[in-house]
């Protein structure tokens, strides 16, 4: 799924833009600090992932993550009022360790299997930034 995600051209691809990256970054980030435990994230141009352990029922988690970023993401891009992330998301249950382990590099990795960096800790919006988790990307 995303291989297609990484290489569909028609789908927006809002969050390449700096200032909208950013403002789902600190939404994450955030949101992490009463609503879930965060281990790996990053904002692809067209697509986020998260790994989290969650607090509260994941369907709220996204519902809140993505009600605040879509409001401000369309505020930045001037789309006030259009749909800003799809209606749907994929969860899954992670089952043991060596599968946390196989999805957290998958998520870190995923800017460079879609050829947008030559190391994970190149890419801004990612956990795997400078090589620090929860690195700001400000910062």
């Known amino acids: ?5 990484d290489t569909n ?9 700096p200032n909208v990256a ?13 609503s879930y435990e965060l281990h790996a994230w990053v904002v692809m141009p067209n697509h986020v992932h ?8 994941v369907s709220k988690i996204m519902r809140q993550l993505k009600g605040s970023t879509a409001r401000l993401g369309n505020a930045l891009i001037g789309l006030t009022g259009s749909p800003f992330w799809q209606n749907e998301s994929y969860d899954h249950l992670v089952r043991g360790a060596e599968e946390f382990s196989r999805i957290e590099n998958y998520i ?3 800017p460079v299997k879609a050829g ?10 990612s956990s795997a930034f400078c ?4 690195k700001s990307s400000a910062g």
């Open 22 to 34: 950013e403002c789902v970054v600190e939404a994450i980030q955030q949101q992490s600090a009463t």
């Open 116 to 125: 947008l960096v030559e190391i994970d800790e190149e890419f801004r919006w």
């Open 131 to 134: 090589g620090v988790g929860l």
């Open 9 to 17: 051209s028609n789908s927006p691809r809002y969050l390449q833009l």
């Open 50 to 57: 998260l790994l989290i352990t969650p607090h509260v029922d």
């Open 108 to 110: 870190v990795q995923n």
């Open 1 to 5: 799924m995303d291989r297609l995600l």
